[in-house]
């Protein structure tokens, strides 16, 4: 006798959302309590809008809000609800594949889940501003540290009508993201909508970006209606508001299932380090032919990544930008780890002592 929760009923009204056998079988000793299987679709202070094969549930999360903020139920979870109840809770969460995390604004060492379950982080940049490169490899770093497979889009093609300066954009953005592809796209126009809805027919994607990237009209685009309100970004510097305030989970018309977020303005590391050296791919694979295995890119000899920054093979904003997230990184995770703290500590230290013998080097020389 086939269960309830691998039912054809279930994976049909589920298989819009994600649903598969896998989940399936994740699911299978909650099914045994009689318990539904869902996904978030959104989350608002302690409680979150379920779809199940019953339709549309609100649930409580309190069972499962653990003071551990990485914990809590989020959009994008794959979900066990009570069938019945007023109100409904959640009783557990499946584990996750993927979950997309930064660090909190708080002085606390502390995640923040923003998505889970997510197989395309797409990070929506506007061509209404300047690039910014350094918040583009700031967002990879994440996306890649999630397990997802980053997608650069810079919206807003149609304010850059000069088709050299589009393509000269876009190349800035490949050399800062390697191994990403860079989509440019009108919400306007339509160009380049299409190759984006053949790669998000393919699973779960989350949209990413600050506020007045165009997330809200890029998502209205591939849900073929105006679902997101949308808000126009101030002339003076492209910046929108948050028109978005939650993560809203929308299965797409044409395959596939969208969250789309609130605007970031804060993106922090959250113990990045394998992100951080996938967007910066280049410089880890120089550093592999240093001469010495930990070394600084300062002035040691036999530096690998020193020579191609003096041949102009390697930009100088790139390696300062190497340096400012893996240092952040560290701070991150030395808050939660003693180990790692007491590295850094002797690391500062035997750097000061080799400063003051260079000083003292230099001094006798002097006299």
């Known amino acids: 006798m086939t269960s309830t929760s691998t039912s054809t009923s279930v994976f049909s009204a589920l298989a819009p959302y994600g649903w598969d056998s896998a989940w399936a079988d994740a699911f299978t000793p909650y099914d045994a309590e009689g318990l539904l299987p869902g996904r978030v679709v959104r989350v608002d202070r ?47 969460y499946l584990p996750r594949r993927t979950a997309f995390v930064r660090s909190t604004s708080s002085k606390r060492s502390e995640g923040q889940i923003l998505a889970a379950n997510v197989d395309h982080a797409i990070v929506a940049v506007s061509l209404a501003v300047e690039l910014d490169l350094g918040r583009i490899e700031r967002f990879l770093a994440l996306a890649w540290e999630s397990g997802a497979q980053p997608l650069v889009v810079l919206t807003k093609a149609d304010l850059v009508p000069d088709a050299v300066t589009l393509s000269h954009l876009v190349q800035d953005v490949e050399t800062t993201a390697p191994g990403v592809p860079v989509l440019s796209v009108s919400a306007l126009d339509g160009a380049g909508l299409d190759v ?35 808000q126009a970004a101030r002339d003076v510097d492209g910046k929108g508001r948050h028109t978005t305030t939650t993560r809203n989970l929308l299965a797409l018309p044409g395959g596939g299932v969208l969250i789309d977020t609130p605007g970031l303005r804060g993106v922090g590391l959250w113990d990045a380090e394998t992100g951080v050296g996938q967007v910066f ?58 180990r790692l703290r007491a590295e850094i500590k002797r690391d500062w230290k035997r750097k000061g002592a080799e400063g003051r013998a260079a000083m003292e080097a230099k001094r006798g020389r002097w006299q």
């Open 46 to 92: 302690g409680q979150c809008d379920v779809v199940t094969a019953d339709g549309l549930v609100r649930a409580d999360t309190a069972f499962v809000t653990p003071h551990d903020p990485m914990r809590v139920v989020c959009t994008g979870d794959w979900v066990a609800v009570e069938p019945a109840g007023n109100p409904q809770y959640v009783r557990a």
């Open 196 to 230: 984006l809805v053949a790669v998000v027919s393919g699973g779960t994607s989350v949209l990413l970006g600050a506020s007045g990237a165009g997330k809200s009209t890029l998502a209205n685009a591939l849900l073929g209606e105006d679902v997101m309100e949308v």
């Open 281 to 338: 791919s280049e410089i880890e694979a120089l550093a592999e032919r240093c001469r010495f295995h930990d070394c600084a890119h300062d002035s040691e000899p036999g530096c690998a990544v020193r020579s191609a920054l003096d041949a102009g093979e390697l930009p100088e904003r790139r390696l300062e930008s190497y340096r400012k997230l893996v240092r952040e990184n560290q701070r991150i995770v030395a808050k939660t780890d003693a």
